[in-house]
């Protein structure tokens, strides 16, 4: 599996900080939406604690987490470094297991195998 670092659409950003904000969520949270095959974006799942998925958000330049902090702190700043695109991450070792195990099993388990 490959993830990869992508500009924001508008609608998109301002669907995710409208639902944050209607929650009254704080701090980090990660939302994550699908679009429909006309173009709708369509709630994928909302989750307010550190995932794995934060580590590309990380590489890429995301200051979420310290503005996060910051903001408890009384201390956020507007001036933060930007985010990159383009930015890409894998885990190698799960994707070798995952190759090995669709190999050598008998009786296909995936829709992709």
Known sequence: MVHESIPAAPDLRRAGRELVRATELEGYSEVEFRR????????????????????????????????????????????????????????????IRWLASSLTTETPRRPDR
């Open 36 to 95: 429909d095959r006309v173009g709708r974006l369509l709630l994928v799942e909302i989750n307010p604690r550190l995932s794995a998925a934060v580590e590309i958000a990380v590489r890429a330049g995301s200051t979420s987490l310290a503005s996060s902090t910051r903001l408890r702190q009384g201390t956020l700043s507007t001036n933060a470094p930007g985010y990159s695109t383009g930015i890409r991450m894998r885990c190698l070792g799960g994707d």
